[in-house]
């Protein structure tokens, strides 16, 4: 089946940078659009970004100018970079991709999360 798994997440200071990843394995015969959504404590869940097949980006106002989010479709992975990072950015990361698996219908994947803590 299809898995996605994130990896990166980790501890940095208030301004610090921290890159992302996310694996997408599996029987896959297309991943239409990958993203990253996110939840603190106490907060709903809320997209951060995200990226289909052709380039096209998409941001949370409250993260342009700060994280990049690119993907690579022929190893089925995707990234978030992120810059001058704030202690507000403090959540679980999740990553997220619709992906048309082999035999089955179209279907909207989710990773099980990395933390993301920004602290002095």
């Known amino acids: 089946q299809v898995q996605l798994v994130e990896s990166g997440g980790g501890l940095v200071q208030p301004g610090g940078s921290l890159r992302l990843s996310c694996a997408a394995s599996?029987?896959?015969?297309?991943?239409?659009?990958m993203g990253w959504h996110r939840q603190a404590p106490g907060k709903q869940r809320e997209l951060v970004a995200a990226i289909t097949s052709g380039g096209t980006t998409n941001y949370a106002d409250s993260v342009k100018g700060r994280f990049t989010i690119s993907r690579d479709n022929a190893k089925n992975m995707a990234y978030l970079q992120m810059d001058n990072l704030r202690p507000e950015d403090t959540a679980v990361y999740y990553c997220?991709?619709?992906?048309?698996?082999?035999?089955?219908?179209?279907?909207?994947?989710w990773g099980q999360g990395t933390h993301v803590t920004v602290s002095s």
């Open positions: 997220n991709g619709l992906i048309w698996p082999t035999g089955r219908p179209l279907t909207n994947y």
């Open positions: 599996g029987s896959i015969v297309s991943i239409y659009s």
